[in-house]
């Protein structure tokens, strides 16, 4: 009996850890355009992402979904007629755990366009994306690919674009927690994304 119970509790660890280092690579492995729902303080998104364009890029954004990281963080940058910013920190204002900075897949041939969804990185580093995400909220040509690598779009908006609009005119200051000029004064959060069943995508 004793071994029994040993056994379904390593069987049980090995689940948590295999939940816990889960790899988008291996959710809907052959759905080129899975479809996610962020939930918001403000209500609901869904987007559509595009793995047949970006691989590298949907796969990262997947793993942060399944492991949960997305779950309770801030809409930490909203910007008027430009974009809105998530996925880098905890409603407590800790950042949250990156993974290993990915390939820019910018030259993809998807442009900033309004609605459409893409990584964050560092001004001087273009393969220094992690988990922060951004939505544009109008034609940001100025975020392509020209003479330097640009922000690589790996989605867009399908659902719920009127909820961006909404966030988009809250009012925003400077955040002494995160040393940011346009964070929301009001705290808005992602309750949690969700990764939809293919049959119901």
């Known amino acids: ?11 049980l660890m090995s689940f948590q850890l295999l939940a816990a280092n889960t790899k988008g690579q291996y959710i809907q492995p052959n759905n080129l355009s899975p479809k996610v729902r962020i939930e918001t303080s403000m209500g609901n998104v869904i987007i559509q992402l595009d793995r047949y364009r970006a691989k590298i890029t949907v796969d990262n954004f997947l793993g942060y979904v399944t492991r949960g990281q997305y779950d309770k963080t801030l809409v930490h940058r909203v910007e008027e007629g430009y974009l809105i910013q ?3 920190f905890m409603t407590n204002y800790q950042e949250i755990e990156p993974d290993t900075p990915i390939f820019n897949e910018s030259g993809n041939g ?5 609605a459409t969804i893409a990584m964050a990185k ?14 544009n909220l109008n034609d940001n040509s100025n975020l392509d690919p020209g003479v330097s690598w640009g922000y690589a779009v ?8 009127d909820i961006l609009e909404a966030i988009s005119q809250v009012e925003v200051g400077y955040s002494e927690q995160l040393g940011y000029p346009t964070v929301p ?6 309750n949690r994304v969700v990764i939809l069943d293919e049959d119901k995508a």
Do not use: C, P
């Open 1 to 11: 009996m004793f071994r029994i119970s040993l056994l379904i509790i390593s069987v």
């Open 86 to 88: 998530a996925g880098g």
């Open 110 to 114: 998807l442009k900033n366009k309004e």
């Open 122 to 135: 560092q001004l001087s580093d273009a393969h220094s994306a992690t988990s922060q995400f951004f939505i």
């Open 154 to 161: 790996f989605g867009e908006v399908i659902e719920g674009y």
């Open 185 to 190: 004064k009001k705290m808005i959060t992602i």
